[in-house]
């Protein structure tokens, strides 16, 4: 359902980042992307999603090219985008945020169900703003919160949807990620690090340094990814990475 | 009252028709085109020139009076001064919304001068909402004046609005605040086309453990132009807060000037202020949730100005 094809990107007076990145998503499949710290996998998920543009390259969604497609058009396809790095608004509220993000007015109950997947009490976030206030972990889950919301989704990516959240709560995103997987007819893309997300993944993608390292099925390249770990060895192929 | 003050009267004072059982005063054009005291609440004209008295009982509490004032044509200067005075230990809502309408090529001006004398321990909120309308070619002028005493322990909330529509503003403020006294001002202001906003808070906290917070935040659209000065002084051990967040649009300009003088070893003063477009970040959000930049815009404003 989602296809890229030779995607490269280079910030402006920057060098190049991504290399030529060939990869398919299939249809109700989850994928998960890992790598190295800088390894290009943000600057992967933001061409996705449209925030950044691609310097070659072609996307594919559902087989129609949307390469030149903006956020809103592709937003209003079936792609949703949890960033790694929450937005902060001064004034918006969780719930108009959350509405926002669902397309139209949502109950209470509903809005209960969405902040109760990524564990937060909905008597106490409703009316927050979304702001500087809220913690870390609190803000991430928000965040997954309003890509979780999302009516007509095909693909949804989360960019390290574990970071600072706590363990408790990560259990619960665990089995939204499962519940979102066996309900709907999305593909899901997520970005981590984490063995737990790793464990329920379909299909496992290395990116380092802007390149597709290994890409296979969980039972393919999941033991290998944990040895190296296990060894100490330079994690996820990076061994490649650092001989070059 | 005419349809126009009808109007402005469900936009600035939540009206539906009637004021039922409440103290209120309605002015329409300079005029008195309404009122009613109640047991604990009295408003009566002032003696010596325009405006009114308005006192309320010690100790009143739960009750809502409202203040609104209209100018629904052209070629009216409006001039009004109230007095309020509240007794120690009321608790009370004050509603003081004002909506001016130009259809002609005169100004249509509202210049309300409002005392506030708030007795010990008295508690009130005091709300007011600006509106201009019309299309005549004359200028929409609202110049409120608010200057409030607060006696020990007593407690101000203002919430004051202004969103579209008024050409020209000069907003004055001032408050002197005795011990444990505290005030607490909510500022919303957006500006658009040609419009003009000033607004100058002067704040003096001289009692012991006396508080201020000011928290003002702006849209300034179009080629609009808004100024803002504020100066918190305390002159004892007290708290000052001011914040200040405009909003950048199009060509708006904001000039803001925030001051603050400590005549005193304990007096903690605090200024935070921001002035700039609307982060690019945050419109990328909105557009991954299926917004167009336009809408994006609309709602970080709307959420901005709640
Ligand atoms: N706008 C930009 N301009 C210049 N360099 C950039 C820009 N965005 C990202 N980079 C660089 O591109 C590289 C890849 O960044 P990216 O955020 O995609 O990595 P990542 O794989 O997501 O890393 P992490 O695991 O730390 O989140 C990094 O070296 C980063 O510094
Ligand atoms: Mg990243």
Not at chain 1, 43 to 66: F, H, N, V
Not at chain 1, 141 to 154: D, G, M
Request: charged share 25%; hydrophobic share 35%; proline share 2%.
């Amino acid at each position: 359902m989602l296809k890229l094809e030779s995607i490269a990107w280079r910030p402006q007076d920057g060098e190049e980042i991504l290399k030529g990145i060939n990869l398919t998503v299939a249809e109700g499949r989850l994928t998960v992307i890992t790598g190295p710290n800088g390894g290009g996998k943000t600057s992967l998920a933001k061409i996705i999603a449209g925030l950044q543009t691609p310097t070659a390259g072609k996307i594919w969604l559902d087989g129609q090219e949307i390469t030149d497609l903006d956020i809103t058009q592709r937003s209003r396809m079936g792609i949703g985008y949890a960033f790694q790095q929450p937005v902060r608004f001064k004034g918006l509220t969780v719930r108009s945020l959350l509405e926002i993000a669902a397309g139209g007015d949502l109950c209470n109950g509903e809005i209960c169900q969405l902040l109760g997947q990524v564990g937060l009490c909905t008597q106490d976030y409703i009316d927050r703003e979304v702001n500087a206030s809220l913690s870390g972990g609190e803000i991430k889950r928000i965040e997954i919160a309003t890509v979780l919301a999302k009516k007509n989704a095909r693909l949804l990516i989360f960019d390290e949807p574990e970071a600072g959240i706590d363990l408790w709560s990560f259990t619960g995103l665990i089995d939204a990620f499962e519940q979102l997987k066996a309900g709907r007819n999305c593909s899901l893309l997520i970005i981590s690090h984490q063995e737990r997300i790793l464990e329920i993944a379909d299909e496992i993608v290395v990116i380092a340094d802007g390149k597709v390292r290994t890409q296979g099925s969980r039972e393919e390249v999941l033991p290998a990814l944990l040895e190296n770990e296990k060894t100490g060895r330079c994690p996820l192929h990076k061994e490649v990475a650092c001989n070059e | 009252m005419n349809n126009i003050t009808q109007k402005f009267l469900e936009i600035v004072s939540d009206y539906k028709g009637s004021f039922d059982g409440v103290a209120y005063n309605i002015r329409e054009d300079g005029g008195c085109a309404g009122r009613q005291s109640t047991e604990h609440i009295k408003i009566e004209s002032k003696p010596d020139g325009p405006g009114l008295v308005i006192t309320i009982d010690p100790h009143t509490k739960g009750e809502t009076v409202y203040i609104p004032a209209c100018v629904t044509k052209s070629n009216i200067n409006d001039l009004v001064y109230n007095d309020f005075y509240v007794g120690e230990g009321a608790d009370v809502v004050i509603v003081a919304g004002c909506g001016v309408h130009a259809d002609g090529d005169a100004e249509a001006r509202h210049n309300g001068i409002h005392r506030f004398f708030l007795g010990k321990g008295s508690h009130v909120l005091y709300k007011e909402k600006h509106v201009g309308t019309g299309s005549g070619k004359g200028l929409r002028r609202i110049d409120p004046v608010t200057d409030m005493v607060l006696e020990e322990d007593a407690v101000m909330e203002m919430d004051t609005i202004q969103i579209r529509g008024v050409d020209r503003t000069t907003r004055s403020t001032t408050g002197v605040l005795k011990a444990r006294a505290k005030l607490i001002i909510h500022e919303r202001l957006m500006t658009d086309g040609e419009e003009r906003a000033l607004t100058d808070f002067n704040v003096v906290m001289e009692g012991e453990d006396s508080k201020v917070d000011l928290i003002s935040r702006s849209v300034a659209r179009g080629s609009s132009y808004q100024e803002y000065h504020s100066k918190i002084t305390g002159n004892n051990r007290c708290t000052g807060h001011s914040e200040c967040d405009a909003i950048l649009v199009g060509n708006g300009k904001v000039n803001a000037s925030p001051e603050l003088y400590a005549g005193h070893l304990d007096a903690e003063l605090i200024h935070e202020a921001a002035i700039g477009k609307i982060a690019g970040e945050q419109i990328l959000k909105l557009k991954t949730l299926g917004l167009t930049q336009e809408e994006a815009e609309e709602k970080i404003i709307q959420g901005f100005l709640r």
